[in-house]
């Protein structure tokens, strides 16, 4: 599957609808937060503040802003994080690959050369307990195997 026929006219026209409500939402939250946050720390000792009430806009739209710009934007920031992350991904598989080789031989050869270990147990009917092979009765509740 193509670019082309991922992206259809009406996915492009959202995206472009989202890079641009994205960033006016997050600017107006901005704005508002920071005309709260001089009213509130330029009071006089026992004044109210006037425009307090701007947190309680500019704090959602904030939010609103943030998650319109990463429908907006989402593509470009995950092809940037990918291309960040890539080089360092593969430099540790490598070097855990280079690391663990010799313990992965020696087990290998160990199970090549029919060294790895094999229990043969019997199961009971009865309780499901795992008894010897060459058991005749089970040793947890003593009926025959």
Request: hydrophobic content about 40%; proline content about 4%; some cysteine.
């Amino acid at each position: 599957m193509s670019k082309k026929e991922f992206m259809t006219e009406k996915h492009l026209k959202q995206r472009t609808t989202f890079r641009i409500l994205g960033p006016t939402v997050l600017g107006i939250g901005i704005l508002c937060s920071f005309i709260a946050a001089i009213d509130l720390f330029t009071l006089s000792p026992f004044e109210e503040p006037k425009y307090f009430w701007l947190f309680f806009i500019g704090f959602p739209l904030l939010a609103i802003g943030f998650y319109i710009c990463s429908l907006g934007f989402g593509a470009t920031i995950v092809k940037y994080q990918s291309r960040e992350i890539a080089p360092i991904a593969k430099d540790t598989i490598n070097y855990l690959a280079n690391e663990t080789k010799d313990g992965i031989e020696t087990i290998a050869e160990a199970v090549q050369k029919g060294k790895s270990t094999v229990v043969e147990a019997k199961l009971c009917n009865h309780c499901k307990e795992l008894n010897k092979i060459d058991a005749k009765f089970c040793n947890e509740c003593g009926n025959p195997l």
